[in-house]
């Protein structure tokens, strides 16, 4: 009895600071803002201080915009701080940040994993007199001075679902979709649009099933795809959204010998995707050049560093025109580049 | 005179005192007023779950369900919060929730007796699936400003609300271990299951409410993470499951149950802690940190091995002697 007594006043007493503190919160708040803006007076020595934070760092897309942000540091006379969780993990990538406050740069541009969990400490970094903006997935927008986009989602989205139909070689069929996770925003609003120009455009092309998740790994989008061929064995297409899956589905094509009969589309890196564009069993990998966004962002964050708002069509040493929305802060890279049998050779990333 | 012992607790108090003094004089801006709240405001969550998994080990088991207890009562909190429920019936709801989480787990390890690790790593991907269907793989906000306080917020403006919830439970747990039968027990059940239960021990009632705890330390860390984010995701802190046993195990618990101490855990997350930040300062890459904390746990867990094989040692010369 006197252990459940223990355990229970324990318990109260947990409640009781809980609930004691929260109203001590108003005056506490207040006096840290005050002095925050203390700490923005220093800080700040010579070199512009860019720091680039991916979603998480070892996978090769994000060692290829880090090969690119890096470039652009040495070219542009700016330090570039290219560092980010080492799992995809909302909490950890919050430390990162956190850290990089620390540092005392001046850029911070963010890939963020979950953007509302990024939201708090975006705004203690804006507090702070750092410069806030994201790449390659957008942030919360109301705290970003700059959004930097690889590509139009809408138009992206409607040129995969097209090249896939163009791959069919027929505008009737079954096909259907992998995705990376379900939660992913910019997978989402591709597959979005990718239905919405099937929908439009090919009424004779029929989704079999839902979306289907599979985790950012090659294992299970092949595992599903080995699936999605028994249960459906009149599908002609499979549309592969997040770099791993169209990989996984084309291992699945492989293995059954069904290249000529299976169409296979999806957004891949061309050096992982050459030996399956090489047999047809992945038709076209379609992305973009993720080195170029690296390098882009760490362009644009210097430019804001320095006063200067990026404009539409705006050419970009080593990148190209970029297209900048009527909103002065979304920036669009470009088109997608079609990496295909002939020229995926000729990328090292 | 009572000699100062160099016990595993106290010789980990030396290094990471060492280490403080280290990093403040080779890690530029480690003493800077923003680091050391930096550090204050990401121990917490990270400090609950290494207790949280602590006591577990301590009875010999482990919980790999531990941060998805910490989501489900996260998303709890969640839904009850967004859907304008007060604050504090949320937070009592997201208990509610990891409790339920606990029973689950202690019910099954305790009542049927299934060993700690099949179960909870079948109630991780239970709980895994709970989350991933209510919320279908999205992030739910909308937590109120003064809920995103408990994690944000400072105590008289000063110390971070969140470190000092961290403190007094940390406090809670070392009286609830060392002065209550319950926590006495807890070490017998770890150290020897069959003779605490001929010393007439409860062992499952023990077991029971060793889980209730943990998941009770999760929800805690949840209602941090939850309210510091302002997001609840199904993979919410699920980088802290291996961290946490990390840190339990070079706080010196012993992994197969029987001892471990409140303090010395907290001297491992404090070292986990100054290292992360100390080494992002100095802008080592995250890769080349994870190396490092690995060397340093490992380094730690032979220094400890090769104390106790020689403390064994002198015992059994002094017994020879005798």
């Known amino acids: 009895m006197k252990k459940i007594a223990g355990l229970f006043v324990a318990l109260l007493l947990v409640f009781g600071l809980l609930a004691g503190c929260v109203s001590q919160q108003g005056a ?9 803006g203390k700490d923005e007076a220093g800080g700040g020595d010579g070199k512009i201080k860019i720091a680039v934070v991916p979603k998480l760092i070892g996978i090769p897309y994000f060692n290829a915009s880090e090969k690119g942000a890096i470039q652009a540091g040495k070219d542009l006379g700016v330090e570039v701080i ?114 919405k120009e099937l929908e439009e455009n090919y009424p004779g092309i029929k989704l079999v099933t839902d979306k289907i998740a599979t985790d950012e790994k090659q294992q299970v989008a092949y595992q599903k795809t080995l699936d999605l061929i028994k249960s459906y064995p009149n599908l002609k297409g499979i549309m592969a959204f997040s770099t791993p899956a169209p990989l996984g589905a084309a291992q699945a094509i492989q293995e059954k010998g069904l290249q000529d009969k299976i169409a296979v589309v999806g957004t891949a890196l061309p050096k992982d995707s050459a030996p399956f564009l090489e047999d047809g069993s992945l038709d076209v990998a379609i992305l973009w050049e993720p080195d170029k966004l690296g390098y882009l962002t760490v362009a644009l964050a210097k430019d804001l560093v320095d006063g200067k708002k990026p404009e539409n069509g705006q050419n970009i040493d080593g990148v190209g025109e970029v297209e900048v929305w009527e909103d ?9 580049t079609d990496f295909t049998k002939d020229n995926a050779k000729d990328y090292d990333f | 005179m009572k000699q100062v012992t160099l016990s595993k607790e106290n010789i980990l108090g030396l290094i990471a005192i060492g280490l403080f003094v280290l990093m403040s004089i080779s890690v530029p801006g480690f003493l800077s007023s923003n680091n050391l709240t930096n550090m204050m ?36 909190i969640a839904i009850l919060s967004s859907n304008g ?112 239960l001929f010393s007439g021990v409860n062992n499952s009632k023990v077991l029971m409410k060793v889980y209730l705890y943990s998941a009770l330390l999760a929800a805690i860390a949840s209602i941090i993470m939850t309210s510091r984010y302002n997001t609840v995701k199904v993979d919410l802190g699920s980088s802290y499951l291996l961290q946490s046993v990390a840190a339990a195990v070079l706080g010196g ?3 197969q149950g029987g001892y471990g101490k409140v303090i010395g855990t907290l001297y491992a997350v404090m070292i986990f802690q100054m290292i992360s930040s100390g080494l992002n300062l100095m802008g080592v890459p995250r890769p080349i940190v994870t190396v490092i904390m690995g060397v340093i746990l490992i380094a730690v867990l032979i220094i400890n091995f090769i104390k106790v094989k020689a403390d064994e040692n002198k015992q059994k010369k002094l017994a020879e002697t005798a």
């Open chain 1, 82 to 195: 290219y560092t980010g969780p080492t799992e995809a993990d909302a909490a950890q990538q919050v430390k990162v940040i956190e850290d990089l406050i620390s540092q005392d740069v001046d850029v911070i541009a963010v890939a963020p994993n979950d953007a509302a969990a990024l939201s708090p400490v975006l705004q203690k970094a804006k507090d702070k007199g750092i410069i806030v903006m994201d790449w390659d997935t957008p942030a919360d927008q109301s705290l970003v001075e700059l959004s930097v986009h690889q590509i139009d989602d809408e138009a992206y989205g409607r040129h995969i679902a097209k090249s896939l139909v163009e791959q069919m070689g027929t505008e009737e069929g079954e096909i259907a979709i992998l995705t990376g996770g379900l939660a992913a925003a910019n997978l989402n609003s591709w597959i979005d649009a990718a239905k």
């Open chain 2, 85 to 196: 429920y007060p604050m504090i019936i949320a937070i009592l709801g997201g208990i509610a929730v990891g409790l339920l989480c606990g029973f689950m787990n202690g019910f099954i390890i305790a009542k049927i007796g299934v060993s700690p690790i099949l179960v909870t790593l079948g109630t991780m991907v239970l709980f895994e699936g709970l989350i991933l269907s209510i919320t279908k793989g999205n992030s739910i906000s909308g937590f109120s400003p003064e809920y995103t306080l408990i994690g944000n917020g400072y105590y008289l403006g000063l110390i971070p609300l969140s470190i000092i919830i961290f403190l007094f439970v940390a406090i809670l747990t070392s009286v609830l271990l060392n002065k209550t039968v319950w926590g006495r027990s807890v070490y017998m059940v770890g150290s020897n299951p069959v003779a605490s």
């Open chain 2, 41 to 76: 405001f990401q121990l917490p969550e990270f400090g609950l779950f290494a207790l949280a998994m602590m006591v577990v080990i301590v009875t010999g088991g482990i919980d790999l369900s531990i941060t998805y207890t910490a989501a489900l009562a996260g998303v709890a």
């Open chain 2, 253 to 255: 618990t012993e992994i």
């Open chain 1, 28 to 36: 506490g708040g207040n006096s840290n803002s005050s002095k925050d």
């Open chain 1, 328 to 336: 002065g802060k979304t920036v669009i890279m470009g088109p997608p």
